[in-house]
C-alpha cells in the first residue's frame, strides 16, 4: 500500500477553495508512490497531481518544490507547481506539507531502445543547462561523501568477496578524485534519480520527468552514469552498446561533453553505480523505522558495478 | 498580412539556442496577430508560440510578461512565458522584444452557447481571484479616465444622434462615479478584452485565455461587463438571457457578486459597451501611423450600449 494519507473528496473539495483550479470532478489514489502519498485530481480546468509528502518536511520541501518551478518555466516537462492564493506552492493537508502539481502525458517506458535514450539523453542534457540559472543550493545527499562515510557501516553485512569489492571501490573512487580526476568537472544541480520509472514517455517523446526528490548539487556526469546505468544496462548489468551511444550523442549534441568528462567517464559510471548498490545495501540491512521505502534488490547494482569495471576503458563514448 | 517580421528557421535554431526547449521541428506564421508577429514553433520537447513585439516596449512588457507567468503558475490556462537561459522571459529578434511561451489546446467558439458562457465566466471568475496576488500595478489605459479624455476628440467625427448618445453617457458614467456607485466595487488586474476570440475552447472546456495585452487594473465587474456584452449578445446588441444567466451564476459561484457590484451592473455593462464603442471610433477616425489595427466596425458597440441603456435595470443579474 502507498497511500498513506487518505484525503476524501469532501476534503479536497474545501482545500481547493484555496486554488484557482475550478472545481472537483475527480480523486483518485496512485499506488506507485514510496515515499509520498499521490492522488490524481481532475478538476473542470485541468488535471494536476496532489502530493502530501510524509516524510520531507517544510525545511527540505522549498529546495525541490522552486527547482520543479524553475525547470518548468524554462520548459522542461517536469510536475509545475500550482500557487495559491496565497501565492504559496506548499499547503498542509492533515497536517502534513501537501502541493498541487501539473499532470504529465505518458508512462514509462520499461523496455526502452535506442530512440528513447536519445530522447532522455537530450533532455538531461536540457536539464542540466537549464539548471544552471537555478539558484538554491544543496548538496546530493548520496554523493561521494556518504559513499565514504556509510562503506564502513555496510561492510559486516556483505560476503567476503563483496565486502572486498566495497572496500576497493571505495579506494578506487578516493584515489580518482586525489589524482584531480573531477577537478574540472561541470557540475550543478542535477536529479540523481533519472531511472526508467521516473520518466513519462509519450511514444518517443519525453511527456514527463517526476520524482526530483533525491536531486542535489553534484556532477553533471554523475547524473549522465546514473541514467545511462538504469537505461542502457542488459539483464546481466553490462552496457547495451546502441543504446550507449545513443544516449551519448544526443546528450552531447545538446551539451557537449568536455575532454575532462571523457577522462572521468569511466570511474563515474563506477560511482554511479557504487551509489545505487550502497543505498539498496543500506536500505536492506538498516531499514528507518516504519520503512514505507520499497527495497529492490542490492545483486542488480553490484553486478552493474563489477561489469563497469570488467569494462575499464573501453565504456562508450560520444 | 499580419506576420510584419519574418523569422527564418535557421534564424530560429540560432535563437533557440538560448532555450531548454530541444531542437526546432516546425515554424509556421500565425495569420490572426493585430499588433504583434505569432508563430506557431513546435520542438523536440512540445509546442510553444513565439510572439515578437511590434509595438509593445521593454519598459511596457514585464507587467503582461509576469502577468501571464503568474496567472499560468496559479493553474489559470493561458500562455505561461518560457524562460531562456539567463532566466529572462523577454529575448531580441531582429532588435525587437519577443518572447516564447507554451501553446494551449482549443480554438475560438464564435457561436457559443450557454454552457461556453458557464465556463468562460467561472475561468473568468477564477483568473479574478488568482490575478488579487499579483502584484505589479498598471492602470487599464482604457478605462474611465481615457474615455472622458476621448469623448471630446471625437465629437466632431459623428452624426447629430451619435454625438447626443456619446455626450450624454459620459455624463451618465461621471455622475454615477460622482454618486459613488463604484466606490465599493472590488478591483485588480484584469485581462479588459476577453472576446470570444481571445479564448480557447476545448469542446465546453476552456482549453486556454490568451492576448493579454490590454490587460490593467480596472473594477473586476467592468471585466465581466465587457465578457458579457461580447459572448452574450445577439446580432442587435441585445442580451441573450439564458447564456447571460448561465455566465453570471458560474461566475457568481466561484466569486460571490456583492451589493455593491448588484447595483453597480447596469452602469457598468453600459461603460463596458461605451469603451468598444470608442475605441472603435478612434482606430476608425484616428488611425496610428503605419496602422496594423485591423479596423472593427463601432456600429456594433453602439447598438451593445442603445440596447444596456433601454434595457435598464432589467438587465439579468445571478
Redesign the interface.
Known amino acids: 500500500m502507498s497511500v498513506f494519507t487518505t484525503v476524501t473528496a469532501d476534503e479536497l473539495r474545501d482545500w481547493l477553495k484555496n486554488?484557482?483550479?475550478?472545481h472537483l470532478v475527480s480523486l483518485e489514489g496512485i499506488p506507485a508512490g514510496i515515499e509520498n502519498t499521490n492522488y490524481f485530481v481532475d478538476t473542470?480546468?485541468?488535471r494536476?497531481v496532489l502530493t502530501v509528502f510524509e516524510k520531507l518536511t517544510r525545511t527540505e520541501l522549498p529546495f525541490y518544490v522552486h527547482l520543479m518551478?524553475h525547470l518548468a518555466?524554462?520548459?522542461?516537462?517536469c510536475p509545475?507547481?500550482?500557487?495559491?492564493?496565497?501565492?504559496e506552492y506548499l499547503g498542509t493537508i492533515h497536517g502534513k506539507p501537501a502541493m498541487?502539481a501539473t499532470r504529465l502525458a505518458g508512462r514509462s517506458q520499461m523496455e526502452p531502445g535506442p530512440a528513447h535514450c536519445a530522447?532522455i539523453g537530450?533532455?538531461l542534457a536540457?536539464?542540466h543547462?537549464?539548471g544552471?540559472?537555478y539558484n538554491r543550493r544543496f548538496d546530493n545527499p548520496r554523493g561521494y561523501a556518504w559513499w565514504v562515510d556509510t562503506a564502513p557501516r555496510l561492510l559486516d553485512f556483505l560476503p567476503a568477496d563483496e565486502r572486498a569489492l566495497l572496500e576497493s571501490e571505495i579506494a578506487f573512487q578516493r584515489a580518482a578524485r586525489d589524482d584531480g580526476l573531477c577537478r574540472e568537472l561541470p557540475h550543478g544541480v542535477v536529479h540523481a534519480d533519472l531511472f526508467r520509472d521516473n520518466v513519462l514517455m509519450d511514444g518517443e517523446?519525453?511527456g514527463g520527468v517526476i520524482d526530483f526528490y533525491f536531486a542535489g548539487d553534484d556532477y553533471l556526469l554523475f547524473d549522465l552514469a546514473v541514467t545511462l546505468n538504469d537505461w542502457c544496462s542488459d539483464a546481466a548489468g553490462e552496457l547495451d552498446p546502441a543504446k550507449a551511444d545513443a544516449m551519448l550523442r544526443a546528450y552531447h549534441a545538446e551539451r557537449p561533453l568536455s575532454d575532462a568528462e571523457h577522462r572521468a567517464w569511466p570511474a563515474m559510471m563506477r560511482g554511479a553505480a557504487l551509489r545505487f548498490w550502497m543505498s539498496r545495501l543500506y536500505d536492506f540491512h538498516m531499514p528507518r523505522d516504519g520503512a514505507m521505502v520499497h527495497k529492490h534488490d542490492p545483486a542488480r547494482f553490484r553486478d552493474v558495478l563489477r561489469a563497469r569495471i570488467r569494462a575499464g576503458d573501453t565504456l562508450p563514448w560520444r
Open positions: 486554488y484557482s483550479i475550478g473542470s480546468h485541468g494536476y518551478a518555466r524554462h520548459g522542461i516537462p509545475a507547481p500550482i500557487a495559491d492564493r496565497d501565492n498541487l530522447a537530450n533532455m536540457t536539464m543547462v537549464a544552471q540559472s517523446r519525453v
